[in-house]
């Protein structure tokens, strides 16, 4: 399977803050190989939001910058995808998340989205670099992922409920 990191998307941050805090969140977004057709959507996400609140049920999400140069190499999306089920690389993830430090993430990312294709379905997951969270799974058909709105519902619901970390 064929790794690509994506994108990140940025926030500045403090901890025990939600991503609707004004503290934000630093998240890097990594798609496998069967989800690169959905690139272009993660860009329209950010750029919809980059701006504005965007309301997921009872959370909320604030998006402000998207770093897409400058990723952890060890950051593939068959570490991230292998978290989701995986303690051994859920903690490696973890630690590659947190850890990483350069001119314009300063703090380490606070989680990251990785999203695949599987059985017809986007699969859309909200990883937090901090191991006791559980990931958040948010799913969409194939055909209504093309919609942008409903794209955009689902990336939020991945995203909205993690927390932002304190640096390590």
Do not use: W
């Not at 860009?43 to 909320?60: K, L």
């Not at 055909?143 to 927390?163: G, I, T």
């Amino acid at each position: 399977m064929l790794r690509h990191t994506i994108l990140a998307l940025g926030l500045a941050g403090a901890s025990a803050a939600q991503a609707g805090s004004t503290d934000g969140l630093n998240i890097a977004a990594i798609a496998d190989e069967t989800a690169l057709p959905y690139v272009g959507a993660v860009r329209q996400f950010v750029a919809d939001h980059a701006a504005s609140e965007i309301r997921c049920g009872e959370y909320s999400l604030n998006l402000q910058n998207v770093y897409t140069a400058n990723l952890p190499p060890q950051l593939t999306s068959e570490l991230a995808l292998g978290a989701v089920k995986d303690k051994a690389r859920r903690k490696t993830l973890s630690k590659v998340l947190t850890g990483f430090r350069d001119k314009t993430v300063e703090r380490g990312f606070d989680a990251a989205l990785a999203y695949e294709i599987k059985a017809g379905t986007l699969r859309l997951y909200g990883i937090s670099g901090a191991m006791g969270e559980k990931v958040v799974v948010s799913t969409l058909p194939v055909d209504a992922a093309r919609d942008q709105k409903k794209f955009n519902v689902a990336a939020c619901k991945a995203l909205a409920s993690l927390p932002v970390l304190a640096e390590p």
